[in-house]
Nanobody, 129 residues
Framework: QLQLVESGGGLVQAGGSLRLACEASGRAFESYTMGWFRQAPGKEREFVAGISWSGGTTHYSDSVKGRFTISRDNAASTVYLQMNTLKSEDTAVYYC??????????????????????WGQGTLVTVSS
């Protein structure tokens, strides 16, 4: 099991950028598929981005494609989410998640929060317009 700790959230103006980080502790981080989800007030948790164990495959929700980039550093046991051109609708608590799979599954599964076993506590991103 991995313990996940997110950081990097904060207040930013619309059009600005933030980089979130999720540091994992535990064994075999490089064997996990990693994902970022977010939950805005009054809304359900939604998929943002996912990345394979090697970093060679990524997948994004349509709402962030072209603006956000997910990456990972297996040597540092950390996954990142670079967020550019932020919009007010990006305001949410962002969660890091881990699935113990070194095989890339269909996108529909990667987007499903139940696919992930381990979760961080979340970091708040607020975008002011």
């Amino acid at each position: 099991q991995l313990q996940l700790v997110e950081s990097g959230g904060g207040l930013v103006q619309a059009g600005g950028s933030l980089r979130l980080a999720c540091e994992a502790s535990g064994r075999a981080f490089e064997s996990y598929t990693m994902g970022w989800f977010r939950q805005a007030p009054g809304k359900e948790r939604e998929f943002v981005a996912g990345i394979s164990w090697s970093g060679g495959t990524t997948h994004y929700s349509d709402s962030v494609k072209g603006r956000f980039t997910i990456s990972r550093d297996n040597a540092a046991s950390t996954v990142y989410l670079q967020m550019n051109t932020l919009k007010s609708e990006d305001t949410a608590v962002y969660y890091c998640a881990a699935s113990p799979s070194d095989i890339w599954r269909p996108d529909s599964l990667v987007e499903d929060y139940s696919y992930y076993r381990d979760w961080g506590q979340g970091t708040l991103v607020t975008v002011s317009s």
